[in-house]
């Protein structure tokens, strides 16, 4: 982990990853810690993950973000696993590597971020922890007691997390005991591994160098003006970021001058920066951006109409979204906005007519494809509204927004069995056991065929394997 904020995100994230595959009360020595392991591990934490953080599901943001991913992957000698990012709402300047090969990236890091390099130089140390097996390595070496009770640490770190708040973070850490939370610290060795390792990636993909100490400078930055005060005493050794910086400006300069000249095109990284803070930064902080920008680009008008939208300032926000397509008609992403506005304002007709196009044109556009379920349907369409809702959720299959939507029209089009299903596992993320065990026993009453017996045995295990992880 590269950030200043993430210091203590990333010992709570190694200690409660061995406790999710592993537990039991106590354990002395895990011995050597398989790909098998590995990969349970991984796919527990992103249940965990996937059901309480705040995930960002709009493929225009997360799509981007797995280019990149691919980009370094392709300079990365073969992994043993497939690498998967996950783009998660909190702002933070951070990233995480958890185990086989996970990302995490907080909408923080890329509001923050100024170019497409710095960011990919972000990912690239992270996919360098990978590369090097830091974490399993880690978990190899340390000898923990008690790794059960880390389940509730856990859980008070993700709720924190979804706040933004830092201080939260920082009181659940110290619940820890030192010498612990010390055992599973990435070490100085580890963090220049990561920073060596990751330069080559960020290079051998074609990226520019400077991107990562230009990063770097910003953490620097950030570090010095937050003062590290609510960062606790047995996280302040973290390496230094002044002797990093120093050490990959040396090393940068011993680059070709054509690599070090380097510069990306930046245009698809601002598309989605500009997403990411109108949607998911504070709305009057999303306000204060747009309106200080050039008021004629188009970008920032539909950046304003956003957060206006967010603010309900509804007459002034449908102004800068006429005027943000008065100047970008046809592009997809305006027309996704727009539609979207005019569902949440009550304008069906045009928000279909809108949304429609968007997924005509882009299938995978999840955001204006849920949208659109939700319009149709209150155009009175459920059999098209469970269409699109469906597509939805085969892509999140976790999300419990999308799983209440479809149960109600689902009953809307009298698939009772199926809309009691769906009810139940939507309750049961939400952690709304006593609604889930009510429309499980619906579910059950209306099970008539063989095929249904299976849906009810499968979702009693998924949602048994999700208490037992969160200690339900």
């Known amino acids: 982990m590269i950030c200043v904020r993430g210091m203590r995100v990333r010992a709570i994230v190694l200690a409660c990853l061995i406790a999710l595959v592993f537990p039991g009360s106590t354990f002395s020595s895990f011995g050597e810690f398989t790909i098998r392991d590995e990969l349970e591990l991984a796919r527990k934490f992103d249940l965990v993950i996937e059901t309480r953080f705040p995930v960002i599901q709009d493929t225009r943001i997360t799509g981007y973000v797995e280019s990149l991913v691919d980009r370094l992957v392709a300079a990365m000698p073969p992994q043993p696993f497939p690498i998967k ?111 060596q390792y990751g330069l080559g ?67 698809s990284f601002e598309r989605v920066k500009l997403l990411v803070q109108a949607w998911y930064t504070d709305p009057s902080t999303a306000k204060a951006i747009f309106t200080s920008a050039e008021k004629s680009a188009c970008p920032v008008v539909l950046g304003e109409a956003i957060a206006l939208s967010r603010l309900h300032q509804i007459e002034a926000a449908k102004a800068r979204f006429e005027d943000a397509l008065a100047c970008n008609p046809r592009e997809p992403l305006w027309m996704r906005e727009y539609g979207r506005f005019a569902f949440e304002y009550g304008n069906l007709e045009t928000a279909v007519k809108y949304l429609q196009e968007v997924v005509l044109r882009d299938p995978d556009d999840l955001f204006a494809l849920f949208f659109y ?100």
């Open 85 to 195: 990012t996950t783009v998660v709402r909190n702002v933070a300047l951070n990233a995480f590597a958890s185990a086989a090969g996970h990302i995490t990236i907080f909408t923080g890091l890329i509001a923050n971020m100024d170019s497409e390099d710095e960011l990919a130089s972000v990912i690239a140390h992270e996919l360098a922890h990978v590369s090097e097996r830091h974490i399993a390595k880690s978990i190899e070496k340390s000898q923990l007691v008690g790794a059960g009770s880390l389940l509730g640490i856990l859980a008070g770190v993700l709720v924190g997390s979804q706040g933004g708040g830092d201080g939260a973070g920082a009181l659940v850490l110290g619940s820890v005991a030192g010498a612990r939370a010390m055992q599973l610290k990435y070490t100085r060795e580890n963090e220049k591994d990561a920073d």
């Open 373 to 472: 379920a939700r319009a149709v349907a209150e155009q009175g369409n459920h059999a098209a509204s469970v269409s699109a809702m469906e597509r939805v959720l085969r892509a999140v299959p976790r999300d419990a927004e999308v799983l209440e939507y479809l149960a109600r029209y689902q009953a809307a089009t009298g698939r009772a069995f199926e809309a009691h299903l769906n009810f139940a596992k939507s309750f049961a993320y939400k952690r709304k056991f006593s609604k889930y065990d009510f429309h499980m026993q619906k579910s059950e009453v209306l099970a008539q065929s063989a095929p249904q017996q299976e849906q009810l045995r499968a979702v009693r295990e998924e949602i048994a394997e999700f208490r037992e992880i969160l200690g339900i």
């Open 201 to 267: 990636y960020l290079v051998d993909a074609g990226f520019s160098p400077s991107g990562m100490t230009s990063a770097f400078n910003k953490i620097r930055k950030l570090q010095w003006l937050g003062g590290g005060g609510d960062v606790p005493s047995y996280l302040s050794t973290h390496p230094g970021m002044d002797d990093r910086v120093v050490y990959m400006q040396e090393r940068i300069a011993r680059l070709p001058e054509n690599v070090r000249d380097r510069s990306s095109d930046n245009a």
